[in-house]
Nanobody
Framework: QVQLVESGGGLVQPGGSLRLSCAASGFPFSNYVMTWIRQAPGKGLEWVSD?????????YYSDSVKGRFTASRDNAKNTLYLQMDSLKPEDAAVYYC??????????WGQGAQVTVSS
């Protein structure tokens, strides 16, 4: 069955960096757009980034993370990454990876907690 498992969350000081990983299994990973979505405490879901199946196409970012976050994928390892630099307190959230099937996010990981605090 489809599984998405995030890892790499934790506590970081403002201005610091973290890298999240999302290990995918149970489907042809290289065929799908993958997405990072986050949810801050007490807030709704916020789209972060769409990563196309291959490097030929553009990776998209929300304005709130553009220039600070870098999303990538290794199709040989069935793994998605989110490199987060220059972290701000407002980046604190649970980060989810999700598979996008047309316009639907049909499978989600369990989430990785990111806390940004001094």
């Amino acid at each position: 069955q489809v599984q998405l498992v995030e890892s790499g969350g934790g506590l970081v000081q403002p201005g610091g960096s973290l890298r999240l990983s999302c290990a995918a299994s149970g489907f042809p990973f290289s065929n799908y757009v993958m997405t990072w979505i986050r949810q801050a405490p007490g807030k709704g879901l916020e789209w972060v980034s769409d990563i196309p199946p291959s490097g030929i196409h553009t990776t998209y970012y929300s304005d709130s993370v553009k220039g600070r976050f870098t999303a990538s994928r290794d199709n040989a390892k069935n793994t998605l990454y989110l490199q987060m630099d220059s972290l701000k307190p407002e980046d604190a959230a649970v980060y989810y990876c999700s598979r996008r099937d047309n316009l639907a996010y049909d499978y989600w990981g369990q989430g990785a907690q990111v806390t940004v605090s001094s």
